[in-house]
């Protein structure tokens, strides 16, 4: 079964950001895209597949913070 793809224009919609930091991504090699131009065409015409666009969520995703381990208190010391 063929999985949904999305053109950097979608998924520039979905991130609410332009389409160049889509393109970014993929030149860099971060968001994975398959580019289906035809051989000699100049410029690519990519797709992103849904499970390279859920990879790279799920990896850009915040994780929660580790918990912060507690400091103990000084100890006073009486001198007499």
């Known amino acids: 079964m063929l999985s949904a793809t ?3 224009s979608e ?3 979905r991130w609410a950001c332009k389409v160049d ?3 970014m991504l993929i030149n860099r090699g971060e968001l994975g895209a398959i580019n289906t131009a035809p051989g000699g065409a100049k410029k ?3 797709r992103i597949s849904a499970e390279s666009l859920e990879a790279f969520e ?3 995703s915040t994780k929660p913070a580790p918990p912060k381990a507690r ?3 000084r100890e006073s010391y009486e001198f007499i």
């Open 6 to 8: 999305y053109s950097p």
């Open 11 to 13: 998924i520039a919609d």
């Open 21 to 23: 930091k889509v393109l």
């Open 44 to 46: 690519p015409r990519w």
């Open 58 to 60: 799920r990896d850009r």
């Open 71 to 73: 400091r103990r208190a």
